[in-house]
């Protein structure tokens, strides 16, 4: 008898939690139609546009809801490129090079590399050599630890070790040239640290060039586009296209209304409200035969 009030008060415990809970999951499923309808309100939701290519291996697409519905031909004469050099072959990444100075300077080389204008912004990198003579994997470690815009790499194959430099980005603006002062003071005899050296402006040579430095090339609807790399971003409104590689024919890209998306949203919408109206019913139902009512059925709120 002494018990009832406490066992009283232990159901009324438990029925506020049970509608506790049930609060919970009414203002979840709440929050998730207001999400669902806010996202009907928004314009990118019905402006929205999808990209497609005719060849996505050689031009692709992305829009967004700031692109107008369209086609256009696409034809890609150049890729954006890095400036690549080699040295001449060495027993292994352990043979010594040398000691002194590299000089590494950004910029853009004029035609027949007569001449190099040094990229704005960028600052040319001093790196020590040495002493002692260092070794090809010692100067690559060197060059990529020194922010340069060049990085290096040694190149292992059956006829030796070569380091390798190009530029850490794509574009004309990105192409580099080596100058070297070297302890055996000769900075350009292609011996010791000068085989590093690469200026042809002055007429250096001694480090090879395998690749130069270029900007993407291709035309849109006939009009010529340039781009430092092979990712032109904002070409039209929105849209971006990404080169892959040079074509021989012109390549569809289209920007049609995205349908799926818009599709999305309102299936969202109509989920999120036939979920909360089933909850609700079920919460505030009474069943006549089993006389068991809802948790909430007869709650004013």
Same mark, same amino acid.
């Given at each position: 008898?002494?018990?009832? %009030?406490?066992?009283?008060?232990?159901?009324?415990?438990?029925? *506020?939690?049970?509608?506790? #809970?049930?609060?919970?999951? &009414?203002?979840?499923?709440?929050?998730?139609?207001?999400?669902?309808?806010? $996202?009907?309100?928004?314009?990118?939701?019905?402006?929205?546009?999808?990209?497609?290519?005719?060849?996505?291996?050689?031009?692709?697409?992305?829009?967004?809801? #700031?692109?107008? %519905?369209?086609?256009?031909?696409?034809?890609?004469?150049?890729?954006?490129?890095?400036?690549?050099?080699?040295?001449?072959?060495? $027993?292994?990444?352990?043979? &010594? @090079?040398?000691?002194?100075?590299?000089?590494?300077?950004?910029?853009?080389?004029?035609?027949?590399?007569?001449?190099?204008?040094?990229?704005?912004?960028?600052? /040319?990198?001093?790196?020590?050599?040495?002493?002692?003579? =260092?070794?090809? !994997?010692?100067?690559?470690?060197?060059?990529?630890?020194?922010?340069?815009? @060049?990085?290096?790499?040694?190149?292992?194959?059956?006829?030796? $070790?070569?380091?390798?430099?190009?530029?850490?980005?794509?574009? =004309?603006?990105?192409?580099?040239?080596?100058?070297?002062?070297?302890?055996?003071?000769?900075?350009?005899?292609?011996?010791?640290?000068?085989?590093?050296?690469?200026?042809?402006?002055?007429?250096?040579?001694?480090?090879?060039?395998?690749?130069?430095?270029?900007?993407?090339?291709?035309?849109?609807?006939?009009?010529?586009?340039?781009? =430092?790399?092979?990712?032109?971003?904002?070409?039209?409104?929105?849209?971006? *296209?990404? &080169?892959?590689?040079?074509?021989?024919? %012109?390549?569809?890209?289209? /920007?049609?209304?995205?349908? $799926?998306?818009?599709?999305?949203?309102?299936?969202?919408?109509?989920? /999120?409200?036939?979920?909360?109206?089933?909850?609700?019913?079920?919460?505030?139902?009474?069943?006549? !035969?089993?006389?068991?009512?809802? @948790?909430?059925?007869?709650? #004013?709120?």
């Amino acid at each position: 008898v002494e018990r009832v %009030p406490v066992t009283k008060l232990q159901t009324e415990t438990t029925s *506020l939690q049970t509608k506790l #809970s049930t609060y919970g999951k &009414l203002q979840s499923s709440m929050a998730a139609l207001r999400d669902a309808a806010s $996202a009907l309100t928004r314009a990118s939701t019905w402006k929205a546009t999808v990209g497609s290519s005719s060849d996505a291996a050689s031009v692709a697409v992305t829009t967004s809801s #700031s692109t107008l %519905p369209g086609s256009y031909a696409i034809e890609v004469s150049r890729l954006a490129s890095v400036q690549s050099n080699a040295t001449g072959v060495y $027993a292994s990444a352990d043979a &010594l @090079v040398g000691e002194g100075t590299l000089h590494i300077e950004l910029g853009t080389w004029g035609p027949g590399q007569t001449s190099f204008t040094a990229k704005a912004g960028a600052t /040319a990198v001093d790196i020590t050599v040495g002493p002692p003579a =260092e070794s090809l !994997a010692q100067l690559r470690d060197k060059i990529n630890a020194s922010n340069s815009g @060049v990085v290096a790499s040694v190149l292992t194959d059956a006829s030796g $070790a070569r380091l390798v430099l190009r530029s850490a980005a794509t574009g =004309e603006a990105n192409g580099f040239r080596i100058g070297v002062t070297d302890t055996d003071g000769n900075n350009s005899d292609g011996l010791g640290l000068s085989a590093l050296a690469f200026d042809p402006s002055a007429g250096i040579l001694t480090m090879a060039q395998a690749l130069a430095a270029a900007n993407a090339s291709a035309s849109l609807n006939g009009l010529p586009i340039g781009s =430092e790399s092979n990712t032109l971003s904002n070409v039209l409104d929105g849209m971006t *296209l990404t &080169l892959g590689k040079v074509t021989s024919a %012109p390549v569809l890209v289209e /920007a049609k209304p995205d349908t $799926a998306n818009i599709r999305k949203a309102l299936d969202s919408f109509v989920s /999120a409200y036939n979920e909360l109206n089933k909850l609700v019913a079920e919460q505030t139902k009474y069943d006549a !035969a089993s006389k068991k009512a809802g @948790v909430l059925q007869g709650d #004013s709120a």
